[in-house]
């Protein structure tokens, strides 16, 4: 099992959105596994939030939380909330699978931008599993997306 054999969708069910709590959690610890499709469809109809996950063999393996939006300083952009992979599978290139399938979603969907910023347990825990790989360093990432001309 590889991060080229990783199947990455958006959660879609509620079944989906809650396969993807475990390694959710260990991002962030205060979650609850009882509120937490609730809570992700409350951000879905408030903000257009969504879940990405990276899935082998039944396994989710790394999740990415996101949104698009539009501000008058970034354009049209994707905005990275939430980036981890399970602690056991770690530096096995499935959050960076994700990164990379985020970056193509955000030029399917016209975005200018994609931001990711993340502080603290975020940081030493999960931020840091393919920084180097995928060319950013420390808590902050923003990449100007490429797009095809139209």
């Not at 990783?6 to 475990?22: G, H, L, N, W, Y």
């Not at 530096?91 to 994609?114: E, M, P, S, T, Y």
């Amino acid at each position: 099992m590889d991060a080229e054999t990783c199947r990455v969708a958006v959660a879609q069910s509620d079944a989906e959105i809650s396969k993807c709590f475990p390694v959710m959690a260990e991002l962030r610890p205060f979650l609850r596994e009882a509120d937490f499709v609730s809570r992700v469809r409350r951000q879905q109809a408030g903000s257009g939030y969504a879940l990405a996950f990276c899935e082998s063999q039944g396994r989710t393996l790394a999740v990415g939380g996101f949104r698009i939006s539009e501000c008058l300083a970034w354009g049209k952009f994707l905005y990275v909330d939430d980036l981890v992979a399970a602690e056991t599978d770690r530096g096995r290139c499935f959050g960076g699978a994700i990164l990379k399938w985020l970056v193509a979603h955000a030029r399917a969907n016209d975005c200018d931008q994609l931001h990711q910023r993340q502080r603290g347990a975020a940081i030493r825990r999960a931020s840091v599993l393919s920084e180097s790989r995928h060319g950013h360093h420390g808590a902050s990432f923003c990449a100007e997306i490429e797009r095809k001309n139209t």
